[in-house]
């Protein structure tokens, strides 16, 4: 195992008010408009928004240990530096191929809810049938839509980060505009008695209690909450301070949270439960209810739109600079390490996950749940692995500058790997009141990405030999980025 040092081969044109939009872009997406209705009915108004402050805490102690690494190891690759220098080799392609996984899921997801859009803007959008899966009717038109979006946001990527950021600022005040609306409509307009008759769900005949639906709920979070951490895995295409990097992953974490948990009390608020059970996009017709007009309803739509793709192009840039840092320490073909000669981005494996963009829409609409529980698998996986990195570097390199320092560390430490720990057991060990582990399809999706990963780690282990795993560090080239990170990540040394 050996680490290298050279120059930065991305180019810093990310300023804060980008990452921000990036962050906070990716963690409030689509998902809210189109599952709101599920995680109210699944475990009541109360018992929801507690599951998003459940799913939230989690978050935000993993976020500080990302914080203080981020800033101490600004490199592209994120988890992939942090559990390098923790871990190992190893260790860090387990993790890092496990938030890829996570990416790799909200891109697809994402290709599989634009044509659903449509389809409720549209009544007869839906020509040419092709096929069934999984009961779900696939059409032409629909897989249309869903590939060609795939690729122009495959192709604004491969233009490079600034024009894929420009255009998640105007993404990111749509939607955000969008939730605004809807909450201060609700609060003016809603009914007490609404949110006072569904706040818990849960009775003894279906076996299901109070506990079990928040539980439920509370495994869907980490695939809504992911995204502060595309700020890691683009740190050397930001022009910023480092500490000030840690503090905008923080408060996009802090906003995300208030945000979700807003939506579903502002839903449940203005919209009778029973009303809930006759509607095909919750959130869409209680910004209708709200407002008492079928303009505002498509409002909501539209926002949720934008939000489709802020999550989408931010995850295009996370999963293509995390491949990109595993094929610069030889973990996966050197294929992925190339960058585009004009944009500076990592054109092949933006180009492989626009691919799966692409597939995902063939398979329908009943892809949308099972990505998002494999999906959340590898984050809250790769989560635990980076909490747990933060513990071995606090105690292995003490010595190792810090601008962004997170108080009573040790404890922040603990706390974080128990919980996305316990988060991660959640998929695995069925529970009888809740339904929290993966399914079939789940389990054939998380175990077919990990049977991938063996034959990439097999085969670059064997034709790399022990430059399998050479860490390649930042040089920064001018003294105003050495005075931000007070010393080379490089002095970390194993």
């Known amino acids: 195992m050996s680490e290298k040092t050279n120059k930065s081969k991305f180019d810093k044109v990310l300023n804060t008010k980008d990452i921000f939009v990036l962050a906070f872009g990716a963690m409030i997406g689509w998902g809210w408009v189109v ?18 402050l459940i799913g939230g805490t989690m978050v935000l102690f993993v976020g500080l240990t990302y914080a203080e690494l981020t800033a101490a190891m600004p490199q592209c690759g994120g988890e992939h530096v942090f559990s390098y220098k923790a871990m190992g ?13 996570g990416y790799v899921s909200v891109v697809a997801f994402e290709a599989c809810a634009f044509p659903t859009v449509i389809q409720y ?8 049938y092709m096929y069934t899966v999984a009961g779900f009717d696939i059409y032409a038109s629909w897989v249309a839509v869903g590939v060609v979006t795939a690729i122009i946001i495959t192709v604004i990527n491969i233009l490079g980060a600034k024009t894929a950021a420009k255009l998640q600022t105007l993404f990111t005040a749509l939607i955000a505009g969008a939730g605004i609306l809807l909450i201060v409509g609700a609060v003016i307009n809603g009914d007490p008695a609404n949110i006072a008759n569904n706040m818990f769900t849960g009775s003894a005949a279906t076996g299901k209690t109070a506990l079990g639906g928040v539980l439920t709920v509370a495994v869907m979070t980490p695939f809504l909450f992911v995204g502060f951490d595309v700020i890691p895995q683009a740190a050397e295409e930001i022009n910023a301070g ?40 919750v959130t869409a017709d209680a910004m209708g209810l709200a407002f ?33 840092s595993m094929a610069e320490s030889n973990m996966i073909p050197k294929a992925f390490a190339k960058l585009h000669p004009k944009f500076k981005t990592p054109v092949t494996a933006i180009i492989l996950i626009g691919i799966l963009s ?114 390649i560090d930042v040089e920064y080239e001018d003294v105003a980025d050495r005075e931000q990170i007070s010393g080379r990540v490089s002095s970390v040394v194993e």
């Open 292 to 324: 008492n007009s079928a303009i505002m309803t498509k409002v909501l739509i539209v926002g949720g739109m934008a939000g489709i793709i802020t999550s989408w192009n931010s995850f295009l840039i996370g999963g293509s600079r995390a491949m990109f």
């Open 242 to 281: 480092f500490k000030k990097i840690g503090g905008i992953m923080i408060l996009s974490i802090l906003m995300a949270v208030a945000f979700y948990a807003l939506i579903i009390l502002a839903v449940a608020y203005v919209m009778p439960a029973a009303t809930m059970e006759k509607s095909t996009l």
């Open 35 to 52: 599952n709101t209705g599920i995680w109210i009915e699944t475990a009541g108004a109360l018992g929801a928004a507690i599951a998003f």
């Open 121 to 128: 803007l549209s009544p007869n959008f839906l020509q040419g």
């Open 89 to 101: 080799p190893t260790g860090s392609f387990i993790c890092t191929w496990a938030i890829v996984l």
């Open 358 to 471: 692409v597939i995902a829409p063939f398979f329908g609409r009943k892809m949308l749940v099972w990505i998002v529980d494999a999906g959340s698998f590898g984050v809250c996986l790769a989560y635990a692995m980076v909490s747990l990195s933060f513990l071995i570097l606090r105690k292995k390199a003490p010595e190792m500058k810090r601008p962004y320092t997170v108080k009573y560390g040790t404890f922040v430490g603990i706390i974080a790997v128990v919980l996305s720990g316990l988060m991660t057991l959640l998929y695995v060990v069925p529970l009888p009141f809740a339904s929290t582990a993966l399914v079939t399809e789940e389990w054939i999706m998380a175990g077919g990405w990990a049977v991938l990963g063996v034959v990439f780690y097999g085969y670059c282990k064997f034709k790399y030999g022990d430059e399998f795993g050479a860490h």
